[in-house]
């Protein structure tokens, strides 16, 4: 499941990719239609193969190609036992040897394949380890395609035309496989009801789905507050741990409810209730250009300079949430000065710049070790570059 605030950074749609890898969720009723090819499989460990990108502009990237052992087939025809495939750049295979992780691109990798390893596939290799997905040395659900425009952007491989995974959902747990079965049978909301009971991953999987259409019906009410009112109960949260895996798409929905919506998150954000949700709210306002929430946020950001200029520098903790189990206090008061500052930037309201200007003075000091003021100046350029194009257009 995406962290609750990720899901938040995805709805305002404020995302640098020239700084991240980004993926886009795929639903997992174009999960199945977009797969030409849907097994029940493993791959053979030894049979992976570590295969560099010679990109035309220059940067590294790879993929691994391997061959996958099947044991039965849910969609698509293939009628031998083995398949080739590739594992797109995106994806990356590793093995796991007692707790230690190797690389396919090393020399010696074969000597760390024993019966005791794991063949563990990891998603996004850009990250330092990634997120592990599943071990694929044991049989899993694979959903395989041929990538249409690798040719493209690739040279000098041999296998371009060969069936693959690219995304995360490309290789799903074992337990799902009736889940998906349902799925391309058509009309899966019949036959998931009769699993939503109990709390495994199929009966979670099932419940989801059916949300989801619930959602979408929702959707289609006409009076934008009775709209707010039924979609509100699959976005609110308590505690980011409990935050339900249906909460980007109804606060996609939501935000297409506009200024009302914006608006009814200042008293969501003012209870003590919400207070999990106060950061990806502050980031809501910025995305939705909400103004009318910029002296709540002013507000926000004075109490919380207060806080970090009133404690003794020997108490100064800025990645207190990074090893904490629990969020602090500080690391909660740093996430939302971030969040506040980044709404700041999106909104360009010159009724922040005191604010900033200020916030920019509080944090120049190296002992706080935290680079806020460069947010402070990227706000106040944007204030500057508002104010440039109003007079312009006078």
């Known amino acids: 499941m995406r962290p609750p605030l990720c899901i938040f950074a995805c709805l305002i749609l404020w995302t640098n990719s020239s700084e991240a890898w980004s993926r886009r969720p795929i639903p997992d009723t174009e999960l199945v239609q977009q797969s030409e090819l849907i097994v029940v499989a493993h791959v053979k460990p030894e049979s992976i193969v570590y295969v560099p990108h010679p990109i035309k502009d220059g940067g590294m990237s790879w993929e691994h190609h391997a ?4 044991t039965s ?6 009628s031998k036992r083995e398949v080739p495939v590739i594992i797109h750049y995106g994806l990356d295979p590793k093995i796991v040897s007692n707790g230690v992780v190797h690389e396919f691109s090393q020399k010696d990798f074969k000597k760390y394949i024993t019966p005791a390893s794991v063949i563990a596939l990891y998603n996004d290799p850009g990250e330092m380890s990634g997120e592990e997905i599943d071990n694929i040395g044991k049989d899993q659900l694979w959903f395989l395609r041929v990538l249409p425009d690798k040719g493209v952007k690739y040279e000098g491989d041999d296998s371009v035309h060969a069936p ?6 490309d290789v799903q747990q074992l337990e799902l496989k009736p889940y998906f079965q349902a799925f391309i049978g058509g009309h899966p909301e019949v036959k998931l009801k009769e699993f939503i009971h109990g709390d495994s991953m199929l009966a979670a999987r099932s419940r989801v789905y059916l949300d989801h259409l619930k959602i979408q019906e929702i959707a289609k009410e006409p009076d934008v507050e009775k709209r707010i009112d039924l979609l509100l109960p699959y976005f609110l949260f308590t505690d980011e741990k409990d ?8 606060g996609g929905e939501l935000r297409k409810c506009g200024k009302p919506f914006a608006a009814r998150l200042v008293s969501i954000f003012k209870d003590p209730k919400y207070a999990a949700m106060q950061p990806g709210i502050i980031l809501l306002w910025g995305g939705m250009n909400y103004h009318e929430a910029v002296p709540l946020m002013i507000d926000l950001l004075k109490s919380d300079n207060d806080y970090w200029v009133k404690m003794p520098q020997a108490e100064r903790d800025l990645w207190a949430n990074r090893n904490a189990t629990a969020p602090t206090e500080q690391g909660i008061s740093r996430r939302r000065i971030e969040y506040v500052l980044i709404s700041f930037k999106l909104l360009a309201d010159p009724r922040t710049r005191p604010i900033l200007e200020e916030t920019m003075k509080i944090w120049e000091d190296p002992s706080l070790r935290q680079n806020f003021d460069h947010d402070c100046s990227e ?5 500057q570059n508002e104010e440039a194009r109003e007079q312009k257009s006078q």
């Not at 693959?164 to 959902?169: A, F, L, R, S, T």
């Not at 706000?379 to 204030?383: C, E, G, L, T, V």
């Open 164 to 169: 693959g995974i690219w995304d995360p959902e």
């Open 243 to 250: 935050a339900g895996p249906t909460q980007g798409e109804a």
């Open 379 to 383: 706000a106040i350029y944007a204030i």
């Open 67 to 70: 061959t996958l052992v099947i």
């Open 73 to 78: 087939v849910l969609k698509g025809a293939y």
